[in-house]
């Protein structure tokens, strides 16, 4: 089993930055793909972005490229997910989770979730 723990969310402004963290015990994350996804009350959970496993590709939302960046460091078994200019329609709760496929994108194929870490963005 796998334990994922998200942490860095907070509340902030629109136009500021946050850095989430997710960090990985039980079973070494480095052969798992990493992806973020989020919730916004009253909406289905959606895909935010995912990297391989290691590092050498990653995937985004189109509403969140060029403005997020997702990075892992297998060493630290842990997984970031850097959010720039943000805007209230990113509030959410953002959570962590871990695959054993290559890239994937819906939650179908993450067998591991953590349990989340609530941003929200104020106009």
């Known amino acids: 089993q796998m334990l994922l723990v998200e942490s860095g969310g907070g509340l902030v402004q629109a136009g500021d930055s946050l850095r989430l963290s997710c960090t990985a015990s039980?079973?070494?994350?480095?052969?798992?793909?990493m992806g973020w996804f989020r919730r916004a009350p009253g909406k289905e959970r959606e895909f935010v972005a995912v990297i391989a496993w290691n590092g050498a590709d990653s995937t985004y939302k189109d509403s969140v490229k060029g403005r997020f960046i997702i990075s892992r460091d297998n060493a630290k078994d842990t997984v970031y997910l850097q959010m720039n200019t943000l805007k209230p329609e990113d509030s959410a709760i953002y959570y962590c989770?871990?695959?054993?496929?290559?890239?994937?994108?819906?939650?179908?194929?993450?067998?591991?979730w953590g349990q989340g870490t609530q941003v929200t963005v104020s106009s």
């Open positions: 989770a871990s695959s054993r496929s290559d890239l994937p994108t819906s939650s179908a194929n993450f067998q591991y």
């Open positions: 039980g079973l070494a994350m480095r052969p798992f793909a």
